[in-house]
């Protein structure tokens, strides 16, 4: 079974910092990998996702995340941090010819952006 | 845009009582999920449906089953509940092609007492 590990569990910054959180997975086979944010009261949305061809994913709000094969990894990143980015992010990964299309996500970072 | 939605926001129940949680989606889509979000914890899969009557166990199905009567509808019943499963529990759907993301509903915050 898949599973997903996110590196950090709470990261505080400050605005305009750089901003990047770790994901691992492990799973012998091909993967589609997303990154989903969560704000405060607000239900769960996805902010950028890979499915094939080019490793950097943009998405959502300046984000981008980058699938690194040999390493199991697909990190998300922003050069610039506003404070409304302060939000609960899940890596998640999904097994390809799995039959289902099930979700495995990662415990979760907490970020909090400090104006 | 996908439409998910959640019969309340929040619930309170008393330990023991029988509780229905339900999920209503206007896309269509063949597969709705049921998680579960604790805090350090993170989204655990309970059950899901890829078809109408058709249901699958997740990484945590005990102490709760699932109803898929219409296409748009998948229920989750806690037949007994208990304190351990005061959570907050989502509901997903999702497309049948191969890109398609989960969409997720508002969630229903439950409190058993």
């Known amino acids: 079974a898949q599973s997903v590990s996110q590196h950090n569990h709470h990261v505080i910054l400050s605005e305009a910092a750089s901003l990047e959180l770790g994901c691992n997975y492990s799973y012998g086979g091909t993967v589609n990998l997303f990154w989903y944010v969560q704000y405060p009261g607000q239900h769960l949305q996805l902010l950028l996702k890979y499915f094939s061809g080019d490793p950097l994913v943009k998405g959502i709000k300046g984000f981008e995340a980058e699938f690194i094969k040999s390493k199991f990894s697909f990190n998300l990143r922003k050069p610039s941090v506003q404070w409304s980015d302060t939000a609960e992010y899940f890596c998640?990964?999904?097994?390809?010819?799995?039959?289902?299309?099930?979700?495995?996500f990662g415990k979760g970072t907490m970020l909090l952006v400090s104006p | 845009d996908v439409k998910v939605t959640q019969s309340s926001r929040y619930l309170v129940k008393r330990t023991g009582e029988k509780v229905f949680l339900e999920c209503v989606q206007d896309m269509d889509h063949e597969n709705m999920f049921w998680y579960r979000q604790d805090p350090g914890l993170g989204l655990r899969l309970i059950y899901f449906s890829y078809d109408v009557k058709m249901k699958e166990k997740g990484d945590i199905p005990e102490g709760y089953s699932v109803s898929r009567e219409k296409k748009e509808r998948f229920s989750l019943i806690l037949e007994s509940a208990s304190t351990n499963q005061t959570s907050m529990y989502l509901c997903?759907?999702?497309?049948?092609?191969?890109?398609?993301?989960?969409?997720f509903g508002p969630g229903t915050r439950l409190t058993v007492l």
């Open positions: 997903a759907t999702l497309g049948d092609r191969e890109e398609d993301e989960q969409f």
């Open positions: 998640a990964v999904s097994p390809l010819n799995s039959g289902y299309s099930t979700l495995t």
